[in-house]
């Protein structure tokens, strides 16, 4: 275990994914991250104690950008810059803050183990927001291709997967 590197996440996506797909509101999915953030803090811990020592632990990407959203959710408020769904994002800022926080707490009570945050979201933003400076197509930049849960106008047949940020 000591001379592992772990890669811890990505926890929690699921636990928002779940709801919405259930029809649940950005309302009645928010309070659910702080849970959420300690399921994953109580994660790390138990990897400490069965000796880990090295971890890499992810944020949550925009989860605002991805087609899958944006098709679930096609009225409600976007982002101007990106064309994200500005609440769900903020969600997700929230959680990843949350998270880092806590990884803070978790690497001053365990000064031996190396935490290490993976900012996933700014990470996938930046594809967002400057697709051409990384390959990627601008006019196609949110949207899938070959999506597998996706029908209708946002599944959009694509011959280079690799020119899309989002494929599956």
């Not at 880990?52 to 899958?68: D, E, S």
């Not at 409600?76 to 769900?88: H, Y």
């Not at 996933?120 to 949207?143: C, H, M, R, W």
Request: net charge negative; proline share 8%; hydrophobic share 40%.
């Amino acid at each position: 275990m000591a001379s592992s590197l772990f890669l811890v996440g990505e926890i929690g996506l699921n636990d928002y994914n779940h709801p919405f797909l259930q029809n649940k509101t950005l309302e009645w999915v928010r309070p659910l991250a702080p849970q959420v953030i300690e399921s994953i803090v109580l994660s790390i811990e138990v990897l400490i104690e069965l000796g880990a020592k090295t971890m890499y632990v992810p944020g949550i990407f925009p989860l605002g950008c991805t087609p899958l959203y944006l098709s679930l959710f096609p009225g409600d408020d976007r982002d101007p810059a990106t064309g994200c769904l500005r609440g769900l994002n903020d969600l997700i800022l929230v959680h990843n803050h949350m998270l880092e926080a806590k990884l803070e707490e978790l690497r001053r009570d365990h000064p031996g183990v190396s935490i290490t945050y993976v900012n996933s979201y700014d990470n996938v933003l930046g594809l967002i927001t400057a697709p051409t400076q990384n390959g990627f197509d601008k006019e196609t930049v949110l949207e899938a291709c070959y999506p597998v849960f996706i029908s209708g106008s946002a599944a959009v047949p694509c011959l280079d997967p690799s020119r899309h940020v989002n494929f599956d």
